[in-house]
C-alpha cells in the first residue's frame, strides 16, 4: 500500500480579505514541489480567487479543491458566530456555495461579516432559512471558540 500523501484542505490566500498572506501562485507551486496530489483554497467568505487557483493548480497537475471558511450564523449570540468549512464535491456544489455565499453577503451582513442562517431540515426551508442541498462536505471548527476540537461527521450537505 503507498504511503498516504498529505493535502491541505484549509487555505486562506491572498483574496481572504482579512486574514491571509499566502499568494496563490507560490502556494500551488509549492504543493506540487512537495507532491501534493490536490490543494483546497478555503478563503474567509469569498471565493474571488478561484478563477486564478483553479488555472493554476490544473496548469501543474494539482487537483484544485473549491471551497470556503464561512461564517456560520450563532442564533445564542450574533456576536458570536462559528466558523464551518464548506467543500465542494460536484459542479451542483459550486453552485449551492455561490448562492449560499451571496445571500450570506446580501441579506445576512453583520458586522461586516457575510454569515450564513443556520441549518434547515428537508422541508423546513423559508427565504431566512434555505436548505443547503448537496454536492459538498462540511468541517466546522477551525481551532476557534466554543466549537474548538469538534468537527463535523462529514455529513453530505444534504
Known amino acids: 500500500m503507498p504511503a498516504p500523501r498529505f493535502v491541505h484542505l484549509r487555505l486562506h490566500s491572498e483574496y481572504s480579505v482579512s486574514d491571509g498572506i499566502v499568494r496563490l501562485d507560490q502556494a500551488v507551486s509549492r504543493a506540487a514541489a512537495d507532491g501534493m496530489p490536490a490543494l483546497a483554497l478555503t478563503d474567509l467568505a469569498n471565493l474571488f480567487g478561484l ?28 456576536d458570536k458566530p462559528v466558523r464551518m468549512l464548506l467543500l465542494c464535491t460536484s459542479r451542483a456544489g459550486y453552485l449551492r456555495l ?19 442562517p443556520r441549518l434547515a431540515r428537508r422541508g423546513d426551508r423559508g427565504p431566512d432559512r434555505p436548505f443547503w442541498g448537496g454536492g459538498g462536505r462540511r468541517r466546522s471548527g477551525a481551532g476557534c471558540g466554543q466549537c474548538r476540537g469538534r468537527r463535523a461527521p462529514g455529513a453530505r450537505l444534504g
Open 51 to 78: 478563477v486564478k487557483f483553479y488555472g493554476a493548480a490544473r496548469a501543474v497537475g494539482v487537483k484544485p479543491i473549491i471551497g470556503a471558511d464561512c461564517w456560520l450564523q450563532n442564533p445564542g449570540d450574533r
Open 98 to 116: 455561490c448562492d449560499l455565499l451571496s445571500r450570506a453577503w446580501l441579506r445576512n451582513q453583520y458586522r461586516a461579516r457575510g454569515g450564513l
